[in-house]
């Protein structure tokens, strides 16, 4: 099948080694000094071992690959100890990938009796307001996805400003969408850029005035988005062409929200330039849990 996989450049690798221990899958290896692909159904993809690379040797293309298999990966990383499985999870997790997840944990359950740990320490692990549907022995009807699970709000404290007053627009371009902008449009030269998930500016009520206002906004979703590595491309290229200032990224609380944070963080890395990034992070009901330069 066509997908995503690492791809490294022997030129660039020096074999120091620092990608082996950031795929928690198992699919790289040094060997004949060089970091090597040692199985392709192992590999998922996802490119956590891209930004621990000093050499920008390792990228992501797209081709025909022999295709992923999470049961074949957790079998052989159970010998590996607790920290490693755990490691696993929560890269699955971070990354939105539930249907994997799912499929790991299914395998856990199953073969529970030869765990080296315990089902409530995975419980843990995932934390979560809907932890018991996600490890849980029937699964979750909204597929695994804590950000799926429906919640209701009580939304009686809100009020507009006043009963007359139309709250102007902070937005000063377009397009905002990761797939239709330009990153050579001349408002983003030496802008602040705010790279907001698609959710965060209707969950957050002061959008516009606390993060919109005095920055160039584009939005993505990393969990349903395709084509992802152009995001990376274009932001490599906000970076070192339109000389963007400083990052903002605002996403939700949900995890799989945490790709668009690593998407940022492998762009950084292979840019030219140095960058500041702030990662602000806000609840389902619209408070901001986090704010960090990171």
Known sequence: MIREIV???????????????????????????????????????????????PQDAITIEKREAEDY???AVISQMI?????TVFAHLKHLQEHGENEYLQQALTYIRANRE??????????????????????????????????????AFDASGF?????????????????IQMHLINPAASYFNSADLLIAADCAGFSYGNFHEDFI??????IACPKLDQGQDVYIQKLVLLIN???????????????????LSQMV??????????????????????????????
Request: hydrophobic share 35%; charged share 25%; proline share 5%.
């Open 159 to 175: 009020k507009m400003a006043t009963p007359i007053e139309q709250v102007p627009s902070a937005l000063t371009h377009w397009p």
């Open 69 to 71: 298999d999470e049961v």
């Open 7 to 53: 791809k490294i450049d022997e030129d660039l690798c020096d074999g120091c080694g620092d990608c082996i221990p950031n795929c928690v899958e198992g699919a790289l290896q040094i060997i004949d000094g060089k970091a090597r692909l040692i199985s392709e159904l192992m590999c998922d993809g996802l490119g956590a071992c891209l930004g621990h690379c």
């Open 213 to 218: 206002k005095g920055r160039k906004m584009v």
């Open 114 to 151: 030869s765990m080296p740990f315990e089902i409530s320490e995975v419980h843990e692990l995932l934390h979560s307001e809907n932890k018991e549907a996600i490890v849980g022995s029937g699964g979750c009807a909204t597929g695994g996805c804590p950000g799926s699970a429906s919640v």
């Open 79 to 83: 010998s590996s100890g607790k920290a």
């Open 241 to 259: 062409e339109a000389k963007v200032n400083t990052i903002t990224v605002v996403i939700m609380e949900v995890p799989c929200c945490g790709g």
């Open 265 to 294: 963080g492998v762009a950084t890395q292979m840019a030219s330039r140095k960058v500041p990034v702030k990662e602000v992070i806000i609840s389902t009901r619209g408070e901001v849990l986090r704010e960090e330069w990171v």
